[in-house]
């Protein structure tokens, strides 16, 4: 789909400067754009690019004083990078306007499918499941049996959803991910062996989540695990049984959060963060990467970083210190030395 320097200037409200005829297709880098492409300048560091670019169309700041000719049309608008991205988001919808019920698949008797629906090949939609207006459901997806989908929720190819499941609107959940597997629940046997613990709750997922590839939501042994309104996961996440993470909550990846653990609305977990199970995070926290939380959190908007998680201030300290210990060593060394010395000398 082609799109005029006019009519993307219209779109953005932006100054077209240069041929409002021209046309684009694509979107690239300043740096690696080739004719026919639209691309964007917003870092001063890339402006020698503006003048050596083969792209057709850039968008730049208003404000932006040239200094050599430019070949490209440019649009003009009060922030480049903010024009961009919904360039990029208007872009990605076209290009994920999937539409249509696509052979074979299978939509159980008893399923509910809404309208406007994508159903992708080799989909399952078993019975009782229900899936709202407006949803994309892309090839070899699996929805069990009692699920419960929204309205505008896209589940991407190779996603796993568990029997009794709830997911909200918009809902986004990429490639890979499992929705409901069971909890780690094994029972300890006096001959040393393990018991499985049934496990027969389930997970919900509120509105506007979006739950990144190949991460596992684990349903709770009993009631929900619970991830809330407008939390964000990225891809290689385990969320074990009984989890409930507030609203608004970032998590990047390789997070490991044990069962039972209940996290605050708007905290952020750095990549491979490990929650211990049981305990509880408080609002606004953020907890840098690579660290183990081992007890509560009560103290809201406080930044944590360690193994165990220590205060960021502190920590930061003790790592001064730390890189001072060699000179420290040294200087003990020399005193222990001089101490050897002055013994020798006394006898």
């Known amino acids: 789909m082609q799109f005029t320097a006019q009519e993307i200037g219209f779109m ?27 691309s964007f300048l917003a870092n001063p560091k890339y402006e020698q690019y503006l003048y050596t670019t083969s792209a057709s169309i850039v968008i730049v ?37 999937k539409t249509g019920n696509e052979q074979p698949n299978f939509v159980h008797p008893a399923a509910t499918v809404g309208e406007n629906c994508y159903i992708g090949a080799f ?41 009794d499941c709830v997911i909200g609107n918009n809902v986004i959940i990429h490639s890979g991910a499992i929705i409901g597997s069971d909890g780690f629940g094994f029972a300890p046997q006096p001959d040393g062996t393990y018991n499985k613990i049934a496990q027969i709750g389930n997970v919900v997922l509120e509105d506007n989540v979006e739950i990144g590839s190949n991460t596992t939501i684990d349903r709770a042994t009993m009631g929900s695990t ?12 385990q969320v074990a049984h009984n989890v ?13 959060i044990s069962g039972s653990t209940k996290i605050g609305e708007n905290v952020i977990l750095g990549g491979q963060v490990g929650v211990v199970g049981h305990i509880s995070i408080a609002k606004g926290t953020q907890v840098q990467a690579q660290s183990g ?34 000179e420290l ?19």
């Open 61 to 97: 700041n208003r404000d932006l004083a040239l200094s050599e000719p430019v070949n490209a049309t440019l649009i003009r608008v009060e922030n480049a990078y903010s024009a961009f991205s919904v360039l990029l988001e208007k872009y990605n919808t076209i290009k994920l306007n």
């Open 329 to 347: 060593e040294k200087k003990v060394t020399e005193l222990e030395k001089i101490i050897a010395e002055l013994r020798n000398n006394k006898h």
């Open 293 to 326: 939380v081992s007890r509560t959190i009560n103290e809201e908007n406080k930044k944590w970083m360690g193994s165990p998680a220590t205060a960021y201030g502190d920590h930061m300290r003790s790592q001064i210190v730390v890189m001072r210990l060699p």
């Open 123 to 163: 989909a399952y939609i078993g019975p009782g499941s229900t899936i709202g207006n407006n949803c994309k459901i892309y090839p070899n997806v699996y929805i069990a049996d009692n699920v419960s989908i929204g309205n505008d929720v896209t589940l991407f190819p190779g996603v796993v959803v568990y029997f």
């Open 244 to 256: 409930d993470i507030g609203e608004n909550t970032v998590i990047a990846a390789q997070t490991g």
């Open 226 to 237: 619970v991830i809330r309104k407008g939390v964000k996961l990225d891809n290689l996440i």
């Open 12 to 38: 953005l409200n932006g100054t077209v400067e240069g041929d409002p005829r021209v046309a684009v297709d694509k979107l690239a880098k300043i740096e690696e754009a080739a004719a026919g492409s639209l």
